[in-house]
């Protein structure tokens, strides 16, 4: 049998996302872990920051520090929460961890990265030449990544996320962040279990013992 993965269906946008990024960063000490960009706030779902926006987001950011101790930054809260010029969108973001991967195998590097930029410095993450920036601070060639981000921006990154989304359905998630481990068989999927991230939300040193309990030796 195949080994293991654990399934990650997930949206750059999403603070809660945010907040299990410790157990992700757990988790790859354990098994593969495999990312599905969900594109929440993706197509006709992206959006403007407005003064409604912010009022809707921060007392779910301070419930998530709470409970996870991730840390929000000033330049996020007080910068781009406040930056009406700034548009939340997913799609750019998850082309970027697409193309990290296909490049590198470093999509949940940039995944990281981009929720620091996000959630702490108050960067805009949807726009090109960040994007660029961020890949070359972990280590890749700009003008690799800039190719590369071109070629899977527009179709091939919609295509990701409705295939995201058929595996969100198909797992009977819930929204992001949605974790399932998987292990396919000679005719496809032959073990889906999925995660419950609540009760492992602020615990990653407990959580990557579980994962190794539930994976074996």
Do not use: N
Request: proline residues 7%.
């Amino acid at each position: 049998m195949p080994a293991m993965r654990l399934d990650y269906v997930y949206d750059p946008l999403c603070g809660w996302c945010y907040g299990a990024a410790p157990l992700v960063a757990a988790a790859r000490k354990v098994l593969p872990v495999v990312l599905h960009g969900g594109g929440m706030m993706a197509g006709a779902q992206r959006q403007p920051v407005t003064p409604r926006l912010r009022d809707y987001v921060m007392p779910h950011d301070r419930r998530i520090a709470q409970l996870t101790g991730q840390p929000f930054g000033h330049a996020y809260t007080e910068g781009l929460l406040r930056d009406h010029g700034a548009v939340l969108d997913s799609a750019p973001p998850i082309t970027a961890v697409l193309a990290a991967e296909q490049l590198a195998g470093r999509g949940a590097d940039m995944l990281a990265r981009v929720q620091v930029a996000h959630y702490q410095q108050g960067r805009r993450i949807a726009e090109a030449e960040l994007l660029q920036t961020l890949a070359v601070e972990l280590g890749l060639d700009g003008e690799a990544f800039a190719t590369c981000f071109a070629a899977l921006s527009g179709a091939p990154t919609q295509a990701h996320i409705e295939a995201s989304r058929h595996l969100l359905a198909e797992v009977g998630g819930g929204g992001f962040p949605t974790l399932v481990l998987a292990q396919d068989g000679p005719d496809g999927p032959a073990r889906r279990e999925r995660v419950d991230v609540g009760a492992h939300l602020g615990q990653p040193e407990a959580f990557e013992r579980w994962l190794r309990e539930r994976v074996g030796p």
